[in-house]
């Protein structure tokens, strides 16, 4: 799983976590508040490619693509982010370098407060 740090930030009726240049909208979560650092974490699998940048959670430059014949797994790092690695069925032809748009699966996403108990497992759209 994907274990990334942040800042929740108030954004309207919801809430914004942010890392670096990310910024992960999400409907108000009990358990958290501005101001709060939390952790979320998202599996490879529950991880998409976005086409359009106005539909994307996050900005990743890919480190390195591993083709697997019937699968694909992109190691990439964002600022704030070290290493998100994500999972894609098929092959996925993307360059060391190369720029992706990403978007996460609410509904598959976990939050943890600051001490690592769980906030929420999966968040409904």
Known sequence: MNLVEALVEADGDGVVLVTGNA???LPAVGGMAPG?????GVRPEHIALCERAEDA???VTVTLSEQLGGETYLYCTADGIDQLTLHQSGQVPVEKGQ?????????RLHLFDAN??????????
């Open 57 to 59: 959670d996050i900005t």
């Open 23 to 25: 910024r992960l909208r």
């Open 36 to 40: 709060d650092r939390v952790t979320w």
């Open 99 to 107: 720029t992706l748009q990403l978007r996460l699966d609410r509904e």
């Open 116 to 125: 690592g108990h769980v906030i929420v497992n999966g968040i409904g759209a």
